[in-house]
């Protein structure tokens, strides 16, 4: 067999397996036997190139390099859907339609899926563009970020028009938010509020590769097109399942008001077994040819309407309220509930956020509650049942003293939360700094999960993060559930810590109201550790983005003894405590004082690195056009509202060779650029 033939034959093949697994949830081989084909494939790209296809089974893990996003204009503006909230308004839809027609008609009743909206365009059979809702008229070209989707068809097969655009919903699944927002809390990074906001913010992301580690998913429910296979929506859409689009089963024709109703009170049970969120229901009529002459308003179609469900809230009763101290030392109060079920998950617990939202809500131990989710997911208690209080308990205060060790808390001026100021002796934040500094955006040390640190903790072999780097192989072999393989693993991965530059190392070091930006803005303004130890009030609040309360943040954890001993440890085992030589190399004052705009796609970096060489050389990067902007960055295929902008404002163009020359970086530098850095 030919090598372009075995190439073709393994994408068919994988394309089949993708459209098995993710879309019809009946997958024929095993995780082990794709992963084989699919190495076998990459393989022979690399060893082809000339054979290469972006929408190959390959593309979908998405490169760590994105030219960014360009506006694209709709062919079929997006419009938005008239909202109701009630049976009553779902009936004033029918009689509207039904006078308007004055004819037989047909509603297909559809699950509203709530995620961000895309629109996807094929030609002959291949996905073209991904282009998400914007403003209706014109969106963000999000297409190296979709193909990450493996619901998604990169080709489809079948009987398909040449030319056409099928819209829908791109969803995040529930246990991957649940996981999204577990990694995030252990990071104390603020959560997502739902799996909505957490998919938009995904598709959004410059980087596909973290795109693609989301794992989102999509539903597909409107086909647009001048040669459409037939005049029935619902005939449409079972035939773009037969081409291998993910379909949902959970669609309905109905010919009469009662059957919409049916419809409606089963899904607003079942839904809560779905593996996405859902937020209501779609009514469309069925013919396209009545969906023409029912025509649009300014905003939405007269041919739809959404019903959207009620908030669930559930009753169940306050058993007590415990204290959880996170690695910062932030006190959190979490209530602690009778089971109850809500939006298909069982809750037992929902936070109370601080000391005000105790005071507010009057709690007592025993009161019967309404917990809802905020926005459908995150448990919270949102009223006391007064009827329901009789022979209750004390009334819930906040604790004076750490539950931890005991230390006074103390609340900062403007905060809402409650701190735990003994940070160096209190177990949370001891283990909490030790997650921290090992986690994947600080050290990367691979084998310390929080229970492996727990361990390790309670037999006295870590007791702050330094010690880590003095862990031996034997002492953790001989600890119930590690043994010899891991023990060799965590050591491996303590000394590859040892290369992680510097700002990251600032970042793991755990300093408040530090995150992974400002690290980086330290790092490139003081270049090394001693002189960052040094460094006084004006010099601190000097720096891009460090203010008043950043500033006293970093002055306190330097002034503290215990840190500079620790410090000192951590060089003595080797990790990088300043700016390579590379960086140095890289770094400048060039662009001291500058606000950038980027905007366009770049030939030799990509917008992430671009904006890392802004930081590298002093400038500040900002993200839309105002009269404080020195200059863009202008790329090909520019935002055509930043440049008409920058036309009014008088803003500077500065394009892609023009500002190399503006940070004196030649051939050899940009090639070591994108080699080492990124």
């Given at each position: 067999m030919k090598i372009q033939e075995k190439i073709e034959l393994l994408r068919r093949e994988l394309e089949q397996h993708n459209y098995n697994y993710y879309v019809l949830s009946q997958p024929t081989i095993s995780d082990f036997e794709f992963d084989t084909k699919l190495r076998e494939l990459q393989e022979l790209e690399s060893a082809h190139p000339e054979f290469f296809d972006p929408n190959s089974p390959t593309q979908r893990v998405g490169s760590d390099i994105s030219d960014g996003f360009r506006q694209v204009t709709h062919v079929y503006p997006m419009l938005s859907l008239g909202n109701t909230y009630s049976e009553g308004e779902v009936a004033d839809f029918y009689e509207r339609v039904r006078k308007a027609l004055n004819e037989d008609f047909e509603l297909v009743c559809e699950l509203k899926y709530d995620g961000t909206s895309i629109s996807l365009t094929y030609e002959n059979g291949s996905l073209l563009r991904a282009v998400t809702r914007g403003d209706g008229e014109k969106g963000d070209d999000v297409t190296a970020n979709v193909k990450t989707i493996r619901s998604v068809p990169l080709r489809l097969h079948g009987n398909f028009p040449v030319l056409f655009e099928i819209r829908g919903e791109i969803l995040m699944p529930w246990t991957v938010f649940d996981d999204l927002n577990k990694e995030r809390e252990a990071q104390e990074e603020s959560l997502f509020a739902n799996p909505r906001n957490a998919a938009s913010g995904t598709l959004k992301l410059q980087n596909p590769s973290i795109v693609a580690?989301?794992?989102?998913?999509?539903?597909?429910?409107?086909?647009?097109?001048?040669?459409?296979?037939?005049?029935?929506?619902?005939?449409?859409?079972?035939?773009?399942?037969?081409?291998?689009?993910?379909?949902?089963?959970?669609?309905?024709?109905?010919?009469?008001?009662?059957?919409?109703?049916?419809?409606?009170?089963?899904?607003?049970?079942?839904?809560?077994?779905?593996?996405?969120?859902?937020?209501?229901?779609?009514?469309?009529?069925?013919?396209?040819?009545?969906?023409?002459?029912?025509?649009?308003?300014?905003?939405?179609?007269?041919?739809?309407?959404?019903?959207?469900?009620?908030?669930?809230?559930?009753?169940?009763?306050?058993?007590?309220?415990?204290?959880?101290?996170?690695?910062?030392?932030?006190?959190?109060?979490?209530?602690?509930?009778?089971?109850?079920?809500?939006?298909?998950?069982?809750?037992?617990?929902?936070?109370?956020?601080?000391?005000?939202?105790?005071?507010?809500?009057?709690?007592?131990?025993?009161?019967?509650?309404?917990?809802?989710?905020?926005?459908?997911?995150?448990?919270?208690?949102?009223?006391?049942?007064?009827?329901?209080?009789?022979?209750?308990?004390?009334?819930?205060?906040?604790?004076?003293?750490?539950?931890?060790?005991?230390?006074?808390?103390?609340?900062?001026?403007?905060?809402?939360?409650?701190?735990?100021?003994?940070?160096?002796?209190?177990?949370?934040?001891?283990?909490?700094?030790?997650?921290?500094?090992?986690?994947?955006?600080?050290?990367?040390?691979?084998?310390?999960?929080?229970?492996?640190?727990?361990?390790?903790?309670?037999?006295?072999?870590?007791?702050?993060?330094?010690?880590?780097?003095?862990?031996?192989?034997?002492?953790?072999?001989?600890?119930?559930?590690?043994?010899?393989?891991?023990?060799?693993?965590?050591?491996?991965?303590?000394?590859?810590?040892?290369?992680?530059?510097?700002?990251?190392?600032?970042?793991?070091?755990?300093?408040?109201?530090?995150?992974?930006?400002?690290?980086?803005?330290?790092?490139?303004?003081?270049?090394?550790?001693?002189?960052?130890?040094?460094?006084?009030?004006?010099?601190?609040?000097?720096?891009?983005?460090?203010?008043?309360?950043?500033?006293?943040s970093v002055l306190k954890f330097f002034a503290d003894e215990r840190n500079i001993r620790l410090i000192e440890r951590l060089k003595s085992y080797g990790l990088q405590m300043a700016l390579s030589e590379e960086q140095m190399r890289n770094a400048g004052d060039s662009l001291a004082g500058l606000s950038i705009v980027i905007s366009g796609t770049f030939n030799k970096h990509s917008r992430d690195e671009y904006k890392a060489l802004i930081e590298r050389h002093g400038g500040k990067n900002t993200g839309s056009v105002s009269s404080k902007t020195s200059f863009i960055l202008a790329g090909e295929n520019m935002g055509p509202e930043k440049l008409k902008k920058a036309e009014k404002l008088g803003v500077k163009l500065v394009n892609e060779k023009e500002f190399l020359v503006m940070i004196g970086e030649s051939e050899n530098q940009q090639q070591a650029f994108t080699g080492t850095l990124f």
């Open positions: 580690s989301r794992k989102l998913d999509t539903y597909l429910y409107y086909l647009l097109g001048k040669k459409l296979p037939a005049d029935k929506h619902y005939d449409n859409l079972m035939a773009a399942k037969s081409w291998g689009f993910k379909i949902s089963d959970a669609m309905k024709v109905c010919r009469s008001l009662p059957e919409v109703f049916d419809f409606i009170k089963y899904w607003d049970e079942e839904r809560k077994n779905l593996p996405v969120a859902t937020d209501g229901i779609v009514i469309k009529v069925n013919s396209l040819i009545q969906q023409k002459n029912l025509g649009f308003t300014a905003k939405s179609p007269r041919w739809a309407i959404a019903y959207k469900f009620q908030a669930e809230k559930a009753l169940t009763r306050l058993n007590s309220v415990s204290f959880q101290v996170g690695r910062t030392g932030a006190v959190t109060p979490v209530a602690n509930l009778d089971p109850v079920q809500l939006s298909g998950t069982t809750v037992k617990r929902a936070s109370l956020h601080n000391a005000d939202i105790i005071e507010s809500l009057d709690l007592h131990i025993g009161d019967m509650v309404y917990v809802e989710k905020g926005g459908e997911i995150i448990p919270k208690i949102t009223a006391v049942d007064l009827d329901s209080r009789v022979l209750v308990g004390e009334k819930v205060q906040f604790i004076k003293n750490c539950p931890e060790c005991g230390t006074p808390l103390v609340r900062f001026e403007g905060e809402a939360a409650h701190y735990c100021p003994n940070d160096n002796a209190c177990p949370p934040q001891i283990k909490g700094k030790m997650e921290h500094f090992v986690s994947r955006k600080a050290m990367n040390i691979d084998g310390l999960g929080s229970e492996t640190i727990n361990l390790l903790y309670e037999n006295k072999l870590l007791s702050n993060v330094a010690d880590i780097y003095e862990l031996k192989v034997a002492d953790l072999a001989r600890l119930e559930r590690l043994g010899n393989k891991s023990a060799m693993n965590i050591r491996t991965s303590c000394e590859k810590s040892k290369n992680v530059p510097f700002e990251r190392v600032i970042f793991a070091l755990g300093i408040r109201f530090v995150g992974e930006t400002v690290a980086k803005k330290l790092a490139g303004a003081f270049k090394n550790i001693e002189v960052l130890e040094s460094a006084t009030y004006e010099e601190l609040i000097a720096v891009d983005e460090i203010g008043d309360r950043i500033a006293q």
